[in-house]
């Protein structure tokens, strides 16, 4: 079971604009030609299980489709394998697509109470029985691949592209990666934006013309800053104990081996 000081829950949500070209990965001195990038399939295994080590305690991020909590962070209830969340518009999202594709699922008739709590805490219309329908639901393929779906549309899609764009390999796209699931990019200082900018303010990526490494450990000193503007955030070991590891170790294509620490339990990818 998750703790609320270990999950990481993002702001109201928007979109990173879905418009954004890749470009070529410019300006490293370590870059390989033949480096895959975060969405290749390897490579996305390996995002979804560093997340879910900070999100879940565990490697095993496909038994969290039937996951549903309320943590007490004041975003309603979280669930599933990215942590959709009642009151920030993401969880209504998933229950929209899913019903779009399979009318008179177990969860559509919440619609209307999702609706009414988005923005909030509160649980009307939704106790006592959404999280058992929850579960239920995750039991249907469908629900599954909606959410696959949305977790790419709303936060592996964009985090990628707007990585390529920066000219950043897999180790810096996974760094937009975990900001865009904990922080959302709405807005507020604290957006994956706003992270992205206040890096920029201290260094420029490859694609434009900047050094890699120091410009993720820029984006990195970013993300721990906003990190600590929240109490449920305060904890910036998936940041300390893993992705800086990573970086220090000059692994920016994300090769395993990898060690790392979250919350302090040791996890590897062999």
């Not at 565990?58 to 549903?68: E, G, N, P, R, V």
């Not at 988005?118 to 909606?146: I, K, V, Y």
């Not at 420029?204 to 820029?218: I, K, M, S």
Request: aromatic letters at 8%; charged letters at 25%; a negative charge.
């Amino acid at each position: 079971m998750k703790h609320p000081a270990r999950t990481s829950r993002r702001t109201l949500l928007a979109l990173v604009g879905a418009s954004l070209a890749s470009v070529p990965l410019l300006n490293s001195p370590h870059a390989s030609a033949a480096a895959a990038g975060l969405d290749d399939p390897a490579k996305k295994e390996i995002a979804m299980k560093l997340v879910s080590s900070a999100e879940n305690s565990s490697l095993d991020w496909k038994a969290q489709y039937k996951y549903i909590e309320d943590i007490g962070d004041g975003r309603g209830y979280t669930a599933g394998i990215i942590g959709f969340c009642s009151g920030t518009g993401d969880m209504l999202d998933l229950v929209e697509l899913y019903t779009d594709r399979h009318p008179g699922n177990v969860l559509a008739p919440y619609l209307p109470a999702l609706r009414r709590v988005d923005g909030t805490d509160s649980h009307d219309g939704l106790d006592p029985n959404f999280p058992r329908d929850w579960a239920r639901a995750a039991q249907d393929q469908e629900f599954r691949r909606a959410q696959d779906d949305e977790r790419d549309r709303v936060y592996f899609g964009p985090a990628v592209r707007q990585g390529k764009t920066d000219g950043l390999r897999a180790l810096g796209q996974f760094a937009y990666y975990d900001a865009i699931v904990m922080h959302g990019d709405g807005t507020d200082q604290t957006s994956f934006r706003n992270i992205r900018r206040r890096a920029l303010n201290q260094a420029r990526p490859p694609a434009q013309g900047g050094d890699e490494v120091t410009y993720l450990h820029a984006f990195l000193d970013a993300r721990v800053w906003a990190m600590k503007q929240e109490e449920a955030h305060s904890d910036t070991s998936r940041v300390d104990t893993a992705q800086r590891v990573f970086l220090r170790a000059g692994n920016l294509d994300l090769n395993p081996p990898l060690d790392w620490k979250v919350y302090g339990d040791s996890y590897h990818i062999g």
